[in-house]
């Protein structure tokens, strides 16, 4: 996104509070893991802000979702597709498709992802 001239700030889950988090930002980007096989369950330290999203601002903000999952399992990137709707429900305007990574990242995957942001944000 830097490459694309956004001025990025890059804030962990476990650090961050869920209250006025969107504000002052004209893009949000939210990246989590998904675990669990019967039930979609994201990272550990992903919960608390997901479950306070709707204090996080998100009304009106261009939203991005991206997550690594395995695609073994029922729900591959499920907390990725959680995350995404509650950022629509809570009125966001999600900018391009979600980036679901099967295993490790890969570079040119995500490079390529976070230029269609860029270029849609």
Known sequence: LQKAGWETVIKSAADVAAPGLAEG????LFGCSTWGDEDIELQDDFVQLFEELDQAGLSGKK???FGCGDSGYTH????????????????SLIV????KIDGDPDKKEATDW???VADHA
């Open 114 to 116: 976070a230029q269609t």
């Open 63 to 65: 939203v991005a979702v």
């Open 25 to 28: 930002y004209d893009l949000v």
């Open 96 to 99: 391009t498709g979600a980036l």
């Open 76 to 91: 591959f990137c499920g907390a990725v597709d959680a995350i995404e709707q509650k950022a629509e429900q809570l009125g």
